[in-house]
């Protein structure tokens, strides 16, 4: 099934960009001060949100087409959980996303870099749904 295969390739790539955000972007640039710290995240972040919600929107749809093609649950599952990565990030991150996007970089400050972390922590959410999703596509696979 030609879209139940691109559905997993699709939630293997968001999971592997979420991930990667989570253990090699986010330390590296936790690394930098407060300014640099916070200029870096809105330029990333920016350019991070287009990839990673297309892609969750794609392998969901391609998720949900090869369940209708099929009926197997699986890709209803996890066509399920990957397109819960909108509300997740809308509800529970998009706050602090807001109140960072809102600190100008010159006010960065010691809270800052808080939230910063706090919003690494968050977003291994994100990681989390999108490999459960992928196994879930996987799974579905057979």
């Known amino acids: ?19 990667y955000i989570n253990i090699a972007e986010q330390p590296a640039r936790l690394q930098l001060d407060d300014r640099s710290l ?38 209803l599952l996890g066509a399920t959980v990957l397109l819960a990565n909108w509300p997740y990030t809308i509800f529970v991150i998009m706050p602090t996303n807001r109140h960072l996007m809102n600190t100008p970089a010159e006010a960065a400050t010691a809270e800052t870099r808080r939230l910063l972390e706090r919003w690494g922590t968050l977003h291994a959410g994100r990681s989390a749904l999108g490999l459960l999703a992928t196994l879930i596509f996987l799974w579905a696979q057979r």
């Open 1 to 19: 099934m030609f879209a139940g295969q691109l559905a997993l390739t699709i939630a293997a790539v968001f999971t592997g960009a979420a991930i």
């Open 38 to 75: 916070l200029a870096e995240w809105k330029l990333a972040y920016k350019r991070g949100y287009i990839m990673q919600a297309s892609l969750a929107i794609v392998g969901g749809l391609l998720g949900l087409t090869a369940y209708f093609s099929s009926l197997d649950w699986r890709w």
